[in-house]
């Protein structure tokens, strides 16, 4: 069989989708003929987000969603269903960042995290699900990290969460293979964003040497290439996997990282 990256007629659910690699997997679906609804907690950049794509020819709706809130999930994703029909593909993506060693992790800050990446994910798969299972089909990715496999210090919080997407998926496709639901989770590498671009000059100034140094022997040491990863690779990976035919990669987690993290 060979495959064809089309989304037509589909309904993608895209969270924290108003910039970054949300946006990124938005606007690739979107021109793969999807109707893609863009869930952020900004709602006038998200809607902003959606009127680009539909000004590009493509179909797409903003959404307001606090992915850590049941009530605004399950709210977001009936208003989506509404519109364009039951979710097909679901994209949670939503993610925060917050760093420091675990004896000085607050608590409050551990469960904020937790909740974004986790309750979050949890939250948007039980609320699409139904929609799913009655079509006997649909496709759920989770935004894992290579901190899905391998530990960075200072990042506890976000490592065990990015680990517990593993579980949650491997759990799905147990549960959903039998209902046509598949999962997958894409553990991307380091990613140029504007998060990225800050720690650039922070660590060259830290470490005493220069920010091209920071890149070279930081940042992209590891990979086979010395290249960041992009939003397009993970975009792309995002199509390939909502487009393949089959449940032949369900529970499983597709590094991308140009060889930094090999799995």
């Known amino acids: 069989m060979t495959m064809q990256l089309s989304l037509k007629d589909k309904?993608?659910?895209?969270?924290?989708?108003?910039?970054g690699i949300g946006k990124e997997i938005a606007e690739t679906y979107?021109?793969?003929?999807?109707?893609?609804?863009?869930?952020?907690?900004?709602?006038?950049?998200?809607?902003?987000?959606?009127?680009?794509?539909?000004?590009?020819?493509?179909?797409?709706?903003?959404?307001?969603?606090?992915?850590a809130d049941e009530a605004q999930v399950n709210a977001g994703c009936a208003e989506v269903a509404k519109a364009f029909g039951p979710v097909d593909i679901l994209v949670s993506n939503a993610g925060i960042q917050i760093v420091n060693p675990i004896e000085s992790f607050a608590f409050a800050d551990w469960k904020k995290l937790?909740?974004?990446?986790?309750?979050?994910?949890?939250?948007?798969?039980?609320?699409?699900?139904?929609?799913?299972?009655?079509?006997?089909?649909?496709v759920?990715?989770?935004?894992?990290?290579?901190?899905?496999?391998?530990?960075?210090?200072?990042?506890?919080?976000?490592?065990?969460?990015?680990?517990?997407l593993l579980g949650l998926a491997r759990v799905l496709a147990k549960e959903g293979g039998p209902k046509g639901v598949r999962s997958h989770v894409i553990c991307p590498?380091?990613?140029?964003?504007?998060?990225?671009?800050?720690?650039?000059?922070?660590?060259?100034k830290e470490l005493g040497i220069s920010e091209d140094e920071v890149i070279k022997n930081v940042m992209l040491k590891d990979t086979v290439d010395g290249e960041f990863t992009t939003t397009a690779d993970i975009a792309n990976l995002a199509l390939?996997?909502?487009?393949?035919?089959?449940?032949?990669?369900?529970?499983?987690?597709?590094?991308a990282s140009h060889g930094w993290c090999m799995n």
Do not use: W
């Open 11 to 19: 309904t993608a659910l895209i969270t924290g989708a108003a910039s």
């Open 30 to 67: 979107a021109r793969a003929g999807a109707k893609v609804a863009i869930a952020d907690l900004n709602l006038e950049a998200a809607k902003a987000t959606a009127e680009a794509i539909n000004q590009a020819g493509g179909k797409a709706m903003g959404v307001a969603m606090n992915v």
């Open 114 to 138: 937790l909740a974004i990446h986790l309750d979050g994910a949890f939250l948007t798969t039980k609320a699409v699900l139904p929609g799913m299972y009655a079509k006997k089909n649909g």
């Open 140 to 164: 759920v990715i989770y935004m894992g990290s290579v901190h899905s496999h391998e530990a960075s210090k200072l990042k506890s919080a976000y490592v065990t969460a990015k680990h517990g």
């Open 189 to 204: 590498g380091f990613v140029r964003t504007p998060l990225v671009e800050k720690q650039i000059p922070e660590q060259a």
């Open 240 to 255: 390939f996997l909502a487009a393949f035919p089959s449940a032949a990669l369900t529970g499983q987690s597709i590094v």
